[in-house]
């Protein structure tokens, strides 16, 4: 076994904050993965349990309780992508971006002094496909970090690339499986990425494709048979997930550029 301590990135911290579980794997799972094999701790951190969200069998959740069944789900999903730590909050799924707003930025501020990341992930503007809480999360997460001024670590926003999940939908249904009704969450394929501001930078996770979509896949009660990223193979996912998409917020912030860095690799592979 190589010792872990020669690993390139041994030592450095990514904290990536989120706002419900299955949100880490669909951004950015690729990411989170390389940067683990690389020797990076990397913490998820989850401003809700999720329990607003969808059903794709009643079966999972014998006992009604969404929340915590999603919560096993994401340990799951973070242990396959190799992270360290997940951290779940408990703010209310569907209202992250209106209530308990200076309590949110507090425990976020708090995580940050504690675990001093070199760099932090979250979502950018738009919120990969403009979803509200995801929003919100972006709003805390950047006034968390912009609070930390010259000793703020660098914070990434993470995008979908526009047209890719239009492509996976008509790869799933290319194999005659999916039904006809699928989509992703009842959301539009070209919702995600439109609109977005242009990435600064993409790093290949081909190789890591394969676990981001077996993360996803951890997320059973999101990803049932009418969801799309049931039914695409593993080409298909190096293909259509292998490259993620980001952009560093324009603060004073200290320590280097770790993503980019990351990005420089690929090229020079």
């Known amino acids: 076994m190589p010792d872990a301590s020669a690993l390139p990135l041994a030592g450095r911290t990514v904290l990536g904050i989120f706002a419900h579980p299955d949100d880490e794997s669909l951004a950015c799972g690729g990411t989170l993965a390389r940067l683990a094999d690389a020797g990076c701790r990397v913490v998820i951190v989850c401003a809700s349990h999720g329990e607003a969200g969808s059903i794709s069998d009643p079966a999972l959740v014998p006992d009604g309780n969404l929340g915590d069944v999603r919560i096993r789900e994401l340990r799951e999903a973070a242990a396959v992508l190799g992270c360290a730590e997940v951290i779940v909050l408990d703010h209310p799924d569907g209202d992250l971006r209106w209530d308990h707003v200076p309590e949110l930025h507090a425990e976020l501020v708090s995580l940050i002094q504690r675990y001093r990341p070199d760099a932090v992930i979250t979502f950018a503007e738009d919120g990969l496909y403009w979803h509200l809480d995801h929003i919100g999360v972006h709003e805390r997460t950047y006034t968390a970090v912009l609070s930390f001024g010259a000793a703020a670590p660098p914070l990434y926003y993470v995008t979908i690339q526009s047209g890719v999940m239009r492509e996976v939908v008509e790869a799933a249904h290319a194999k005659g499986g999916a039904p006809p009704n699928s989509s992703f969450w009842g959301i539009a394929p070209d919702a995600f990425g439109d609109g977005a501001n242009p990435p600064t930078f993409v790093i290949d996770v081909r190789d890591w494709a394969v676990r981001k979509l077996a993360a996803l896949r951890c997320h059973r009660t999101q990803m049932g048979p009418n969801n799309p990223m049931a ?35 690929t090229h020079a592979d």
């Open 231 to 265: 039914w695409i193979d593993e080409d298909e996912a190096r293909r259509w997930l292998g490259t993620e998409q980001f952009r560093r917020a324009p603060l004073d912030a200290a320590g280097d550029p770790m993503l980019e860095l990351l990005a420089e690799i």
